[in-house]
């Protein structure tokens, strides 16, 4: 081992001693160049480095290389025949401006390309449905009932609840008199009337009787007693036997 290192000291590499006793890590330096590989007449790895030319790619002497039997360097231009062929014509092609694709037969009825509006949308508009909402006077507005609602303004006509009688609601009918029943719950409706979305009109089909199912039936989800709890003028009450 003694005699290896040696000798491969002596033979051209030197050990810089530390300049100072601080500096524990020797330092090699070679003073002679490296023995130069076997020059077998191929660039040298420094030489390659030095140029701008790109390794070749694939390697030289690699085996796909070897398989390819034409140049990779020079592409291959097919010709129409060894294109593929195009894909067949869309339907939006194929189709006739103005006709629908269903006009030309049930099958293509439901055909993905076609630009033309679905057959139920050329359907003539249905009618508005009766008892739909109505145009409500200037300052009918829900936002202007609730106001009113809530004015202080007596909307009752009554000083006290009461307990009202089929009979007795009856007699609350007109057009500026009208009490109803909801719920078991008798309101004085007549303030509410031009407010209504639905039309006075509808709202007067109740005027005098219970009008529960009709509403339930028209629209549940109204919060009724919220909207007319300051109309409230008593309970319905079954008629007093004699
Ligand atoms: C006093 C009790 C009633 C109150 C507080 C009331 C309130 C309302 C409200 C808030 C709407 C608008 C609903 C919405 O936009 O979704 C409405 C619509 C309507 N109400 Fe009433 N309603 C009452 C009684 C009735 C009754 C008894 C009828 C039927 C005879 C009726 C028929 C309608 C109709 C037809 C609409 C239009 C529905 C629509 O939007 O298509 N309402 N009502």
């Known amino acids: 081992m003694t005699s290896y290192l040696r000798s491969w000291l002596s033979s051209g590499t030197s050990l810089v001693q530390p300049a100072s006793p601080s500096d524990s890590v020797p330092t090699f330096t070679r003073a ?13 790895e420094t030489e390659r480095e030095d140029s701008d030319i790109a390794p070749a790619f694939p390697s030289l002497n690699s085996a796909q290389r070897a398989s390819s039997s034409r140049s990779p360097s020079i592409p291959t231009i097919l010709t129409d025949a060894q294109l593929m062929p195009p894909p067949p014509l869309p339907g939006l092609a194929a189709r ?3 006709v629908a694709r269903g006009a ?8 993905p390309n076609s ?6 949308t050329t359907a003539i508009p249905a009618k508005p449905k009766k008892g739909a909402k109505v145009a409500l006077a200037p300052g009918h507005s829900p936002l202007d009932w609730a106001a009113l609602k809530s004015s202080g303004e007596d909307l ?5 609840l009461m307990r009202i009688p089929p009979s007795e609601l009856k007699l609350h009918r007109r057009r500026d008199d ?3 029943a909801f719920n078991g719950k008798v309101y004085n409706i ?3 009337l031009p407010f209504h979305p ?18 339930a039936e028209t629209h549940a989800w109204v919060n009724l007693d919220f909207m007319l709890d300051s109309c409230l003028v008593g309970f319905l009450v079954s008629e007093p036997s004699d």
Do not use: I, N
């Not at 630009?115 to 139920?120: A, I, N, Q, S």
């Not at 009752?156 to 006290?160: A, I, K, Q």
């Open 32 to 44: 002679s160049p490296p023995p130069d590989d076997a020059d077998d007449g191929e660039d040298t």
């Open 96 to 98: 006739q401006p103005g």
């Open 104 to 111: 030309r037969g049930s099958s293509s009825l439901s055909a």
């Open 115 to 120: 630009l033309m509006p679905p057959p139920t």
């Open 156 to 160: 009752r006509g009554v000083d006290t």
């Open 178 to 180: 009208a009490w109803s």
């Open 190 to 192: 007549t303030a509410y």
């Open 198 to 215: 639905g039309g006075e009109k509808e709202l007067m089909r109740v005027a005098g009787r219970d009008g529960t199912k009709l509403f």
